[in-house]
């Protein structure tokens, strides 16, 4: 009787695994960089006011960063920090050219204009892909910085199911964090896609249209087992601390117990997406200093004089 229900169990993605896998890659070609050309990738990461949730993912992105061989710079203000002084200290990052990418953490407290600190931030150094320049560049098909989460979904979604052309996307969430550009980067691997959300009419029956259905609203265990078609691949991207029995436990967006029946394939929480967005930050960091590597050369190589 066992044999027979863990059969029909959905595949775990092990979004760990693919982490780890992704992390030892970019460690491999950062020490490659250092070996050629004696340069590090450097990531600046921000955090203003002490959260604790805060707090742990910047301890966790930089302990990353040093075991890909990368430079952390942590820079920590007090809650009460005026916008101006965020705004002076983005500046000199900008300017530092030992700084790659610039990370501000978010949520920003309230007497922070969060989109004006975004926007001060220059788009080559836009590691979490949240810059105009970038989101537009996104949605136009071009070359641009992707936010990570979506990225690291993408990652695990391809590793998955191959190819995604034609295949059926439902994203629930909104938010121009994980929800648009992951509908986006859906669109652009030719997906038929539908953006749902809090006013979205009959939510399970748009749901049960998906071949692939990431969910991402922030609310825990939203998404029922009812709603999932039989055999879709599940992505589940919240991260919701909930207190039962009085412990404290992470908890995603989809009953993930209930769904396990029902999914072909889908990301745990922990250990799913969570892990992936961190290693996209590598990637995002790594992909910066390429690019302001390529800022530096000359403008026109071709004219430059080949030894004869
Ligand atoms: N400017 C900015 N960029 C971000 O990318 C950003 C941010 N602000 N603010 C907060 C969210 C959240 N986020 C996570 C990163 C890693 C895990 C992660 O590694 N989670 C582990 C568990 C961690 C735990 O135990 O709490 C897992 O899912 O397995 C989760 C969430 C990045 N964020």
């Not at 641009?144 to 190819?163: E, H, I, K, N, S």
């Not at 938010?175 to 669109?187: E, F, N, R, T, Y």
């Not at 749901?207 to 990431?214: Q, S, T, W």
């Not at 590597?293 to 004089?305: N, T």
Request: proline share 6%.
């Amino acid at each position: 009787m066992k044999e027979e229900s863990t059969a029909r169990e959905a595949r775990l993605i092990d979004g760990r695994q693919a982490a780890s896998r992704l992390r030892a890659a970019i460690a491999a070609e950062v020490a490659q960089l250092g070996r050629d050309h004696g340069a590090v990738p450097g990531l600046a990461v921000v955090l203003v006011g002490a959260d604790p949730a805060s707090e742990v993912y910047v301890r966790a992105k930089g302990r990353a960063m040093r075991e890909a061989g990368m430079e952390s710079h942590e820079h920590r203000l007090p809650a009460d920090t005026a916008q101006e002084t965020l705004l002076a200290l983005i500046d000199r990052l900008n300017a530092d050219d030992r700084v790659h990418g610039i990370l501000v953490q978010l949520p920003l407290p309230a007497q922070i204009d969060t989109q004006a600190v975004i926007q001060a931030i220059s788009p080559d150094k836009d590691v979490d892909g949240f810059h105009v320049l970038n989101v537009g560049r996104l949605a136009l098909g071009q070359q641009a910085f992707v936010p990570c989460t979506p990225r690291g979904c993408l990652m695990l979604l391809r590793q998955v199911l191959g190819d995604l052309t034609g295949k059926e996307a439902v994203v629930i969430g909104r938010s121009d964090i994980v929800g648009k550009p992951m509908a986006q980067l859906l669109l652009g691997q030719n997906c038929t896609v539908t953006l749902a959300h809090s006013r979205t009419r009959d939510l399970p029956a748009v749901c049960r249209r998906a071949d692939i259905l990431v969910a991402a609203v922030g609310r825990p265990e939203m998404v029922r087992a009812d709603w999932i078609k039989p055999g879709a691949t599940v992505i589940d991207v919240g991260i919701n601390r909930i207190e039962r029995d009085g412990t404290s436990r992470l908890t995603g967006d989809v009953d993930f117990a209930a769904a396990r029946g029902i999914a072909g394939a889908i990301t745990p929480v922990p250990g799913g997406v969570g892990p992936m967005t961190i290693a996209c930050l590598l990637q995002n960091t790594l992909d910066a200093f390429r690019i302001s590597r390529r800022r530096a050369a000359p403008c026109h190589p071709s004219s430059e004089r080949k030894p004869s």
